[in-house]
């Protein structure tokens, strides 16, 4: 450690103790924290502001502007959620890059989406109770923000942030491993295949366009519907598809137009017509 981080601790120290002291229950649950995590921090400082929502360090702020603590601003979590975001992405690339099956680059990201998307996160923040140690302020606290989402997936990347800031890269990616084992034991099952976002980066890539969708019919009771959707490129029906929703059909054509085509040939200059020839006479 430099003597600069020293100081930089030194000047917080009082500050973290001051807002700790209002949240016993918070504070106690600390240990249990990182027993659950596997990890326990040589600088807890920085666990403490992993686990500070700015809704519980600005009041404070504000009364140290007012009082002996004028030149000490805590930091909110923010900043840490950032760079744990960061070695989150990295660990969980690394691990679907070593899996024996070689995917490609936009299945590696669609994958990777799936596992650290917002409400995966809040699932294994749930799982250890993270919500337990969080600080908040009173408004967001009779709002429910303990119970989001939102706010317990970006502490969980807080907490990643912080145990890299602590400990490095090697024991970050031992507490991600450990929370994620059993996402990653199952990695495919969080990984909905979306056939239009696959069909869009594909049109987009050879045709500078988005495909588009229209009804084309809808039949059945209330309790067994089916819908009919084609979807176009250039005005040119590529692909139907049916589902027992519009979203579901429109996901079926989508799936039906990249059956009919190579994604791997070099398709430079080919027109709609051209590549959808077989499918187009089929009609």
């Not at 106690?28 to 519980?56: M, T, V």
């Not at 000490?72 to 959620?81: H, Y």
Request: aromatic share 8%; hydrophobic share 35%.
């Amino acid at each position: 450690m430099t003597g600069e981080q020293r100081v930089s601790e030194n000047k917080y120290t009082k500050a973290w103790e001051k807002l700790w002291s209002q949240y016993p229950l918070e504070y106690q649950s600390l240990k249990i924290l990182q027993k659950r995590i596997g990890y326990h921090f040589s600088n807890p400082q920085l666990l403490f502001e992993a686990l500070s929502h700015r809704s519980a360090v600005v009041a404070l702020n504000k009364q140290g502007r007012r009082g002996a603590d004028s030149k000490v601003s805590l930091p909110w979590n923010e900043r840490v959620e950032f760079l744990g975001d960061a070695v989150l992405s990295l660990v969980i690339s690394t691990y679907l890059w070593n899996l024996d099956t070689v995917y490609s680059e936009g299945d590696l990201s669609r994958i990777r989406s799936s596992l650290v998307n917002e409400k995966s996160l809040a699932e294994i923040a749930k799982e250890f109770n993270l919500a337990d140690s969080i600080l908040l302020g009173r408004g967001e606290e009779k709002a429910g923000g303990r119970k989001r989402d939102a706010l317990l997936a970006d502490t969980l990347e807080a907490v990643i942030g912080a145990v890299y800031q602590d400990g490095g890269f090697t024991a970050a990616s031992k507490v991600i491993h450990s929370l994620f084992a059993n996402t990653l034991a199952r990695p495919f099952e969080h990984s909905v295949c979306d056939y239009k976002t696959r069909l869009q980066e594909w049109s987009q890539d050879i045709f500078r366009q988005t495909p588009t969708y229209k009804l084309l019919s809808q039949s059945g009771p209330d309790h067994a519907k089916e819908f009919v959707v084609a979807v176009c490129l250039e005005e040119t029906e590529i692909a139907q598809g049916k589902g027992n929703s519009k979203k579901r059909a429109s996901q079926n054509a989508a799936e039906n137009a990249l059956q009919r085509v190579n994604l791997k040939d070099d398709l430079t200059g080919a027109s709609v017509e051209e590549i959808f020839a077989h499918s187009l006479n089929d009609k």
